[in-house]
């Protein structure tokens, strides 16, 4: 791009553009970087959602074990 003389100092115009395209730059990564984040967001809710399901059935099989135990007992006594 050639540079006239004019209203516009040839060097203030080069910066803005040098500036404008680093701008849409750090837009286009930081879009990016939410989307990734959405992503992790979504992956850490249905592991947490799978940790409480197994928790859930250990909590389920301990409760069946100690009533298994209960019952042995009581018909031990």
């Known amino acids: 791009m050639g540079?006239?003389?004019g209203a516009w100092d040839c060097t203030s115009i080069m910066n803005e553009v040098v500036i404008t395209?680093?701008?849409e730059e750090l837009l286009r990564e930081t879009k990016k970087l939410e989307e990734e984040?959405?992503?992790l967001f979504l992956i850490e809710k249905q592991l947490l959602d799978t940790q409480h399901?197994?928790?859930l059935m250990k909590k389920q099989q301990?409760?069946?074990q100690v009533?298994?135990?209960v019952s042995k007992t009581a018909l031990s006594s």
């Open 3 to 5: 540079c006239n003389e």
């Open 21 to 23: 395209s680093e701008v």
């Open 37 to 39: 984040q959405e992503m």
């Open 53 to 55: 399901r197994l928790l």
């Open 62 to 64: 301990l409760e069946e």
């Open 67 to 69: 009533n298994n135990l």
